[in-house]
């Protein structure tokens, strides 16, 4: 019996070495989009220099501002490193060497002003590297401090695809909203908008091919842009045009139905189609086109600006047809590779000035980013199938997901958009008498500034990003801007009141000037910016509110420089503003 095991085991045993060993995976580290946080270092602005700090302004900044923010900050207590170790800070006892006891003691001494700069840059790297969660505002001291995290991603405008096709600096742009996409608020003389008619795809039912209303849109899509829009862009010194456009343009390309939307008479490869005849002028004009995905199938947002408003009074649950639909999902994607198609079909025609696509505007916030996460990596396999064209991705107006969601990301050539309004949100819009619109008007100045700081932050450790879409406005009052009044996007807070006393104040152009230039300044240090949107359509001038939505028109309010300088937005955030009024 003995002798039978061990013949066996042997037996064993040589058929164990004789096999081929088992390969034992090893773990490959995949590619990161961006850095990792703790890469990150949160230093002075380069602003903040021995030149700069002579000026009383700049140190008055930094005694009003700075201290006020950062103090609390970690608890109120701070670490340093190296020759600091071992103990821990406060505003109330800084290290023993700086001979400092308290804020206020900084730069009192213009001989201790290089000396001091270099404490208050330990200072707030040691309070950034106390913070537990380093988040997107973890870096933002009143538009003081800066996200540093390596000159690779300093300037990242310089290095983007399109840098000289734009002339070698950041994205000066507008969006040409409300064109192939219909938005109530932007064409409300258009139509009679209505709850039950509020967007192109109610609009299409009620008024499909061979009504007037119908050769209306026909006319807007063919004689609303002309080339003296093109040439007012470049004379302000604008480089780039977002243009926002639904799935159903490419939907016959792709194999779907596009019903009831209605499309041009004219094939999507023909020359003369409306969409091509517009990048032509902008070619002409010699403007940059990113090509916008606004309106996939089924709505990936439920608002009006995806074609179609969600009719559900729960907002959390809009855009679930498209999220939760695989078949809807694949459609998309199908849709963009036409798109990408038909870009490459227009650069054999010598028509060469589309930069980049954007898979698909504003995700609806309350959504599975991982889902969207998944699209994105589907969509961008698909087309470097057929194309390295540069690829834009909305982050749906989420912030930190991105950093961890794109952490296996082997993809070149893609960026974020983000889109960063002061116009919606209750703590930002909330105003009923006119000393508090000044209030909130010098507020949202200062924190378009530090705005700057969640840019970085997205720039840093995911995508590099730029703004595509902003605007001027501090309130939500802007016509059908929620889909209706009546509708469950808008709430009244007293908000739209007082807008008419704004109307031609020294006070208000002044403010909302500065307001532009921040918002500009804090994009520029990235990728750049596309305002929201270029012009309105009839029936929107009359509104109070146009003014701070319309390129076109908040220029001729004196809102926004014209030409835009280099100056007025790279010294935007030089200085913090007081706060004005009072609620």
């Given at each position: 019996?003995?002798?039978?095991v061990?013949?066996?085991?042997l ?23 961006g ?30 501002w ?7 900050r970690?608890?109120?207590v701070?670490?340093?490193?190296d ?6 800070y ?12 308290h ?15 270099e ?7 040691g ?7 380093k ?17 690779d991603?300093q300037?990242p ?10 002339g070698?600096?950041p994205?000066?742009?507008?969006n ?13 003389g258009?139509?009679?908008w209505?709850?039950?008619m ?7 039912e ?26 007012f ?6 480089n780039?045009v ?21 499309v041009?008479k ?6 003369n ?58 459609d ?14 227009l650069?054999?025609l ?16 309350f ?6 996460r ?24 989420r ?14 050539n ?15 819009i ?7 619109d000044?209030l ?9 500034c ?13 995508l ?7 605007s ?18 808008f ?8 807008l008419?006393?704004?109307?031609n104040?020294?006070w208000?152009?002044?403010?909302v ?5 921040r ?16 012009k ?5 001038k ?19 420089d014209?030409p ?8 935007a955030c ?10």
């Amino acid at each position: 019996m003995k002798t039978y095991v061990f013949v066996v085991l042997l037996a064993l045993t040589i058929a164990i070495e004789a096999s081929p060993r088992q390969s034992i995976s090893k773990y490959v580290e995949p590619t990161k989009a961006g850095k990792y946080i703790q890469d990150g270092r949160c230093i002075l602005d380069p602003k903040i220099n021995i030149d700069s700090i002579t000026n009383e302004t700049v140190r008055k900044d930094l005694h009003d501002w700075l201290w006020q923010t950062a103090c609390p900050r970690a608890r109120g207590v701070f670490t340093l490193l190296d020759e600091y170790a071992g103990e821990t800070y406060s505003c109330a006892n800084f290290p023993e060497s700086w001979g400092i006891s308290h804020p206020t003691e900084f730069f009192q001494d213009p001989a201790k002003y290089e000396e001091h700069l270099e404490y208050l840059s330990l200072y707030l790297e040691g309070v950034y590297n106390t913070t537990a969660v380093k988040g997107p505002q973890a870096c933002d001291f009143a538009g003081l401090s800066v996200l540093y995290c390596g000159e690779d991603k300093q300037e990242p405008w310089k290095s983007a695809p399109w840098a000289e096709k734009v002339g070698n600096m950041p994205l000066r742009g507008v969006n040409a909203g409300g064109l192939f996409l219909l938005e109530p608020w932007i064409t409300p003389g258009f139509v009679n908008w209505t709850l039950e008619m509020a967007d192109q795809y109610t609009f299409c039912e009620n008024f499909p091919a061979g009504s007037p209303e119908q050769k209306d849109l026909e006319d807007l899509w063919e004689n609303w842009y002309t080339d003296k829009d093109f040439e007012f862009m470049v004379e302000a010194g604008l480089n780039a045009v977002r243009l926002p456009v639904g799935f159903w343009y490419w939907a016959q390309a792709a194999g779907l139905d596009h019903k009831p939307y209605t499309v041009p008479k004219q094939d999507i490869l023909d020359k003369n189609h409306p969409i091509t005849k517009f990048i032509s002028m902008a070619k002409k004009a010699g403007l940059q086109i990113f090509l916008d995905l606004h309106g996939a199938p089924k709505s990936q947002n439920g608002l009006d600006n995806s074609g179609e408003r969600s009719k559900d009074m729960n907002p959390e649950r809009w855009g679930y047809d498209w999220w939760y639909d695989p078949q809807a999902i694949k459609d998309t994607t199908t849709v963009l590779v036409h798109m990408v198609k038909y870009i490459q079909h227009l650069e054999s025609l010598g028509i060469d000035n589309v930069a980049a696509i954007e898979l698909v505007n504003e995700p609806w916030v309350f959504g599975d980013m991982s889902v969207v996460r998944d699209f994105y990596r589907t969509t961008i396999e698909a087309i470097r199938e057929i194309s390295d064209i540069p690829i834009i991705m909305s982050d749906a107006f989420r912030h930190t997901e991105w950093v961890w969601l794109l952490n296996d990301w082997p993809y070149e050539n893609t960026f974020l958009d983000t889109h960063i309004y002061h116009a919606f949100n209750p703590d930002d819009i909330a105003s009923s008498n006119p000393s508090c619109d000044k209030l909130k008007q010098t507020v949202n100045e200062n924190i378009a500034c530090g705005y700057g700081s969640l840019m970085r932050y997205k720039t840093c450790f995911s995508l590099p990003s730029f703004m595509g879409e902003w605007s001027l406005a501090i309130d939500d009052c802007m016509g059908e801007l929620r889909g209706a009044r009546e509708s469950v996007q808008f709430l009244d807070f007293g908000q739209c009141k007082n807008l008419e006393v704004r109307i031609n104040d020294e006070w208000w152009i002044e403010h909302v000037n500065s307001f532009a230039s921040r918002q500009m300044h804090a994009s520029e240090r990235e990728l750049g910016w596309f305002f929201w949107t270029f012009k309105t359509g009839p029936g929107a001038k009359a509104d109070p509110s146009n003014r701070y939505w319309s390129y076109v028109d908040a220029v001729d309010a004196g809102f926004i420089d014209f030409p835009i300088t280099d100056d007025w937005v790279q010294d935007a955030c030089l200085y913090n503003v007081e706060d004005a009024g009072k609620c």
